[in-house]
């Protein structure tokens, strides 16, 4: 799973996010305009948000995104413990509050709490579609109980689309989420990599029900299921 960290305290930002790397794949951001920027990609499973922060605070990143209709969870992390304070983040959005200084264990514990709530918290060892099981920790794919053999990020990219049944995802959105923003890889690898992906499970007797929507990208959909495939 994805999360964003926007806290402006590069040492406490860097400490939080080589304890939860374990499970998650972090990105940072230090101020509030570069978190907003990058919390509209809208890519992110979770976002921790600092209140506190130059250029823009955590209160005006929180508005904006659920004024876009973003509605990634966010806990807010601050200093301040002020009932007023906790009252006007939640709110804003906000789905939970920690305040500083805090256990990395009571954080973690939050964190899933909030996936939980949220219903992006996935079966932690699999998940299923049908006839798929993919087995997260080893990146293994089963068709029934054979294995596919996926080569590369085609893993990654149907644990994406599988994980967001029935919503169009972006070009941009699966680049950044599976490539990364620092990835020197242009954007049009995503198709390649969707026409290979679409290929690797047709080999195997099985058509994965990708709908290709034009001018925006793709959408993993359930009434595309045992449809004609549609070019990438």
């Known amino acids: 799973m994805k999360m964003l960290i926007v806290e402006d305290d590069r040492l406490l930002a860097e400490s939080i996010a080589d304890y939860l790397r374990d499970s998650f794949s972090v990105d940072l951001a230090h101020d509030g305009e570069e978190g907003l920027y990058e919390a509209q990609k809208d890519i992110y499973d979770l976002i921790l948000l600092d209140i506190m922060m130059p250029e823009m605070n955590g209160y005006e990143v929180l508005e904006h995104l659920r004024k876009e209709g973003i509605t ?35 954080l973690l514990a939050r964190v899933e709490a909030v996936l939980r709530r949220s219903g992006r918290l996935l079966d932690i060892a699999t ?21 596919i053999f996926l080569q590369g990020k085609q893993y990654d990219l149907l644990e994406y689309l599988i994980s967001n049944k029935d919503t169009i995802l972006t070009k941009e959105q699966i680049f950044d989420r599976i490539w990364g923003f620092d990835s020197d890889t242009m954007v049009s690898v995503v198709e390649v990599y969707v026409s290979n992906l679409r290929k690797a499970l047709k080999n195997y007797g099985y058509t994965l029900p990708i709908k290709t929507v034009r001018g925006l990208g793709y959408m993993f959909s359930v009434e595309e299921e045992g449809h004609e495939e549609e070019k990438a």
Not at 127 to 147: A, G, M, P, Q
């Open 72 to 106: 990634t969870p966010v806990i807010m992390i601050t200093a301040k413990d002020g009932l007023e304070d906790k009252i006007k983040g939640l709110k804003l959005g906000a789905d939970d509050y920690i305040v500083k200084p805090f256990f990395r264990e009571e």
């Open 127 to 147: 998940i299923k579609y049908k006839d798929l099981t993919l087995e997260r920790k080893s990146k293994r794919v089963f068709l029934k109980e054979k294995e």
